[in-house]
T-cell receptor, first 109, second 119 residues
Framework: GQQVMQIPQYQHVQEGEDFTTYCNSS?????IQWYKQRPGGHPVFLIQ?????EVKKQKRLTFQFGEAKKNSSLHITATQTTDVGTYFC?????????FGAGTILRVKS | GAVVSQHPSRVICKSGTSVKIECRSL??????MFWYRQFPKKSLMLMAT?????????EQGVEKDKFLINHASLTLSTLTVTSAHPEDSSFYIC???????????????FGPGTRLTVT
């Protein structure tokens, strides 16, 4: 079945450093979604990318969708302690979403 | 944005008892809700898709008779963990999808989750 792989599993960065998480799907996706889950919280929708090669920005967050629509990345510039949490990518499979394993981001101040 | 509530947020029950978890979409109608289970520092494991007015669709390996799902209205879905055992202890999260539109898949809005502990 469809698989969504995400790396790295963990990332510890110094505050102010950049951070990137990568997502790869075993199949071509109609869209890719990104979610953030703070420690002790629940996943919160961040963004959806639909077009091949699409790039979207939200303040210090930059989201990319690959040309082949099988991979995506989330890049955070100059991380802050508020960026701590787990970042999940997810791709649709029918009316369901298949989530990646997530990347846990820890920021050292 | 869309708000999904979940109740209770935490529950402790004895082994062998049943626990009901409610998931409500507060400001929109959700024809489809999803139930997930999440282990510590792990990803979301989809348990079932809850469709309003029809039977839920369970993922492979999820026992239908153990995890009863009812989606009686466009704003409420319930998950009942029957005859709970300690291994059922977990974080259960529901979500609702606002829109299903062609090639775009509606984003999901998650409830705050329910921490179940079975003693």
């Amino acid at each position: 079945g469809q698989q969504v792989m995400q790396i790295p599993q963990y990332q510890h960065v110094q505050e102010g450093e950049d951070f990137t998480t990568y997502c790869n799907s075993s199949t071509t996706l109609s869209n890719i979604q990104w979610y953030k889950q703070r420690p002790g919280g629940h996943p919160v929708f961040l963004i959806q990318l639909v077009k091949s090669g699409e790039v979207k920005k939200q303040k210090r967050l930059t989201f990319q969708f690959g040309e082949a629509k099988k991979n995506s990345s989330l890049h955070i510039t100059a991380t802050q302690t508020t960026d701590v949490g787990t970042y999940f990518c997810a791709g649709p499979n029918g009316n369901k979403l298949v989530f990646g394993a997530g990347t846990i981001l820890r920021v050292k101040s | 944005g869309a708000v999904v509530s979940q109740h209770p947020s935490r529950v402790i029950c004895k082994s062998g008892t049943s626990v009901k978890i409610e998931c409500r979409s507060l400001d929109f109608q959700a024809t489809t809700m999803f139930w997930y289970r999440q282990f510590p520092k792990k990803s979301l494991m989809l348990m079932a898709t809850s469709n309003e007015g029809s039977k839920a669709t369970y993922e492979q390996g999820v026992e239908k008779d153990k995890f009863l799902i009812n989606h009686a209205s466009l704003t409420l879905s319930t998950l009942t963990v029957t005859s709970a055992h300690p291994e059922d202890s977990s974080f259960y999260i529901c979500s609702a999808s606002i829109l299903w539109r062609g090639p775009q898949h509606g984003e999901q809005y998650f409830g705050p989750g329910t921490r179940l502990t079975v003693t």
